[in-house]
């Protein structure tokens, strides 16, 4: 498959061949059945990309013809199809939480009012709260709590670029925004209304001295939104960070670990 998608991607005019459209379909249906990924994690704790599949998304866009779907009394016009059988596959899926097919959405999961975008793999035991957003290709792990209002960004281009990964047993806070590829590592905790793109600074005040990171969230790390002073030309003005002001405790039951990361530091959800 691989081979096949890496052609129509050098050369458009074989998405006109039969064999490249089907291969393209079976791509997608594997994303939706969970059995390909986009982005995998690695034994060694990092994550590998598999920008073909991210290029057979995009592939998937041009042979597809926009087309009405009715799901009385609303009505949609679009190229993607929605996931369905949630009874079958284990979901609980709450009037108005739409998933586009493509979308991997494992057992156990419960969505809330909100949106599931093409690419995305959504692991067990995770709860998309209402109106929170999972963007294309974004990976979100087991027994993670994306609560409401969250916005998880999607990564299609560039296609080696790696999408926003939420990894096992965080707790994204209300309001939350993560882009740009920004890997959240597991246990982790973000307050309400932090922001993470790949130029905000994630800075570690924990210790007797600052530590500056971008990009990646420590595991088990407690984040609430923080600003810095930076000069510009018209003057000294505040700009947004995240500061990491805590750790939860492996010793710990997780629910309790946090609970207790909350309630020490008096962080909003």
Not at 148 to 165: D, R
Request: charged share 20%.
């Amino acid at each position: 498959m691989q081979e096949i998608i890496e052609a129509a991607w050098n050369n458009r005019e074989l998405l006109k061949d039969t064999k490249t459209r089907s291969t393209i379909d079976d791509v997608i249906a594997s994303l939706d059945a969970g059995s390909l990924r986009v982005a995998e994690p690695k034994a060694d704790g990092n994550w590998q990309v598999n920008d073909w599949v991210k290029k057979a998304v995009i592939l998937y866009f041009p042979i597809r013809q926009m087309e009405v779907m009715e799901l009385k009394p609303f009505e949609f016009h679009d190229k993607m199809a929605l996931k369905t059988n949630y009874a079958a596959m284990g979901v609980r899926v709450v009037p108005g939480a739409i998933a586009r097919y493509g979308s991997y959405i494992a057992s156990g999961v419960i969505m809330m009012p909100g949106f599931v975008n093409i690419g995305a793999y959504v692991d067990s035991g995770t709860m998309v709260d209402t109106w929170a957003t999972v963007g294309s290709c974004a990976q979100i792990g087991k027994h993670v709590h994306l609560s409401g209002g969250v916005g998880i960004g999607g990564v299609l281009e560039p296609v080696q670029a790696a999408p926003v990964i939420i990894e096992d047993d965080c707790f994204i806070g209300s309001r939350c925004i993560v882009v740009e590829g920004v890997r959240v590592g597991k246990q982790a905790v973000l307050g309400a209304n932090v922001v993470l793109t790949q130029s905000t600074k994630i800075i570690d005040v924990t210790g007797s001295s600052p530590v500056e990171t971008k990009g990646y969230v420590p595991e088990r790390s407690v984040v609430i939104p923080g600003s810095y002073t930076k000069s510009f030309p018209a003057g000294d003005y505040q700009v947004p960070c995240a500061l990491i002001i805590g750790k939860r405790k492996e010793s710990t039951d997780l629910k309790t670990s946090l609970n207790d990361a909350l309630r020490e530091h008096n962080v909003a959800i």
